[in-house]
């Protein structure tokens, strides 16, 4: 697992998803598009009241402003090749412009304290085979 600082901007091309780990924390994902060519798609995640935030507020076809941790993991798949996936574990994220567009997009970010929370429990969860693009 590798850990570096990110911001990038983006289409989101699949809603986020809301679920919650086992002690109850909420956790939503989404994927965004980061170049023109449709080639370059990140996982987004937050954890916590940013993830309710972004549940209720985020949108497919939303261009959004995320900045977090680049977070890569490796696997192995059924047939022996290993595989990466880029994900970015979100620290903000606003909405550049979307289905709702307001003259003020609304930037949140999240004010939890995540070192306490178990990062390769979630990390598992969170890895899904459908989502990624390779």
């Known amino acids: ?6 911001f990038v901007t983006g289409l989101v091309v699949k809603a986020p998803e809301k679920r919650f780990t086992q002690n109850d924390m909420a956790i939503a994902s989404f994927t965004v598009n980061i170049d023109q060519n449709n080639e370059t798609l990140l996982r987004v995640s937050a954890f916590g009241q940013l993830a309710d935030n972004i549940s209720t507020t985020i949108a497919q076809g939303d261009s959004v402003a995320v900045e977090g941790r680049l977070q890569v993991n490796s696997y192995k ?3 022996g090749k290993d ?13 550049i412009s979307g289905s709702t567009s307001s003259s003020q997009a609304p930037v949140f970010e999240d004010n939890e304290n995540l070192v306490s929370v178990n990062q390769d429990e979630i990390a598992q969860d969170l890895i899904d085979e459908d989502e ?3």
């Not at 595989?83 to 909405?95: C, D, P, Q, T």
């Open 83 to 95: 595989k990466r996936v880029y994900e970015i574990n979100a620290n903000s994220v606003e909405k």
């Open 77 to 79: 798949l059924p047939n």
């Open 132 to 134: 990624i693009p390779f």
């Open 1 to 6: 697992m590798t850990l570096a600082r990110a």
